[in-house]
């Protein structure tokens, strides 16, 4: 099936169908953090720092940054964000902005092969983006809206979606570098927002054979325990055919929503992850010497054979 | 879509594909409960009569009785524990037992239509079970084996199915009376069981268009952290089409997975169920008058439209 491969300098993450779901961190995104907003405006970035490192250590296979903060320089500070990130984790990036100027300064300065995001079903988004797409051999985000808006109707969102692929064709860019995002709606709002995207996700897998993102927070937006929702949605979207989300891997219930669904996917070869990451440790006092649960380094447990 | 009305003497629940997931509490089942074993073999219901309340406070909408107990007289057992269950609780039962004597012995008892649990492919256990399922007016379970086994082929346990379903037909059984159970291996031990499952439960809702349910906290034998394996398989089976579990609702985590997956499938409207649920209290010293977040009674709290 289909791989879509993004890169640093020194590794490779490859989403796929049959492949571990990838976690995109989603917290490098000034959007309604003040602070955050502030310093990267002023050129502190100590905190994009530490929410890189967490949210690696916390699972994240990919990053997303976003530097959208109105009236400041956004290229600049966009770009000046991802050298700094590719200087102390060596996971590939999103770059995401709305702005072509800032994913074009963020494609200049990026080491490896990026995943864009995003490019929409509008005809100018289409046409500016693309380019720059090809011309960096990266891959993109393609939203399922367009001009009309974001419909309602998962067919008409697939249709969109089926055709941003198309004229990425036509711009010499494979299928294999599309990433097609369903658009997740608050469910809170929309009952049937969770039963349209399962939809869409099954059509994207089967009839365009796309890999698939999407904002998956949005889902629990305005609800209590968020945390739950989002791994529902998580958990049954994977089941879909879903193969990446930009999310917060920060959120314990996150991360094993993700884990458990890949154990029930069969992407977890004998239940090795899941072992490792949850065996309880040894009672206190039993002997070190089997080495059952001690500890190797700061994090990793030793693996063992599945039951 | 199929709708399988299961009843006490006062109340009806509904398993189907439009309605939320029903939780059957497995708790009342003394395999590999020996105090249990021993207090039902000696008279002693306390511990039963403990657990069916203790199930249903946490949701159970059903509750499955088993009195499986090696050496007991398990018919006259499992009359007692029935009527007693029925005294004190008004949800429908499951009558759980590999004896035919038992589920007779449980039936004739039984106020109301009840689930029993279960019948085979096996030609011996079709004939015997059978006939009683039209007697006594019930619904039955269908697990998806026969004299040749479990096969780890979804399309052949869906011909089991196919079979049992007929069969019952035959015996004057309409499909909604049926409930079929497509096995659920332990994935430690099947990489593939939860696909093999999800396969089995598309087949079933979309082909023979039947309810399901299934022995759920199975899949997690021998791994760490049960309750996330279960809460992953849960949630993406009822991704999947299934529409109810034997299961334990006396893990959070199990409820909690149930209720986002039906938040998901657009089953709670205006996500009622989960805001009543997890709306947090006030903070401390909030005025009380807007009335958001106050108890009513001891567990409830006032339900508010969503977002």
Not at 63 to 92: F, R, Y
Not at 160 to 174: C, E, S, T, Y
Not at 221 to 250: D, E, H, K, V
Request: aromatic residues 4%.
């Amino acid at each position: 099936m289909t791989d879509t491969v993004l890169s640093s300098a020194t590794r490779e993450v490859v989403i796929g169908f049959d492949r571990p779901f990838v976690i995109i961190g989603e917290r490098i995104n000034p959007t309604g953090r003040k602070i955050l907003a502030a310093e990267m405006s002023a050129g502190d970035f100590s905190r994009v720092e530490a929410d890189a490192r967490a949210q690696v250590e916390a699972g994240a296979q990919m990053l997303d940054v976003n530097a959208g903060i109105p009236l400041a320089d956004e290229p600049a500070i966009l770009a000046k964000a991802i050298q700094l990130v590719q200087s102390i984790t060596d996971v590939p990036l999103s770059i995401d902005s709305s702005i072509v100027a800032a994913l074009e300064a963020g494609l200049a300065v990026y080491k490896g092969k990026a995943l864009v995001n995003s490019v929409t079903g509008e005809e100018e988004r289409l046409e500016s983006v693309l380019p720059l797409i090809k011309k960096y051999g990266a891959a993109v985000v393609a939203i399922s809206n367009d001009e009309t808006g974001i419909s309602e109707d998962p067919d008409v969102r697939f249709e969109v979606a089926k055709r941003i692929v198309h004229r990425a064709l036509d711009h010499g860019i494979p299928v294999s570098d599309i990433v097609v995002d369903p658009l997740v709606m608050p469910i809170g709002a929309i009952n049937r927002a969770a039963v349209q995207v399962m939809r869409l996700l099954h059509r994207l897998k089967t009839e365009l054979k796309v890999n698939t993102t999407c904002g998956a927070s949005n889902i629990s937006f305005g609800l209590p325990r968020r945390n739950g929702i989002n791994a529902a949605f998580l958990t049954m979207a994977i089941g879909s055919g879903m193969t990446s989300a930009i999310t917060n891997p920060l959120h314990p219930e996150v991360v094993e929503a993700v884990l458990g669904a890949d154990v029930m996917m069969g992407h977890d070869p004998d239940c090795a992850r899941w072992i490792r990451k949850f065996r309880e440790p040894p009672p206190t006092g039993a002997a070190g010497e089997a080495g059952r649960g001690r500890r190797e380094g700061g994090h990793r447990r030793r693996p063992t054979p599945a039951v």
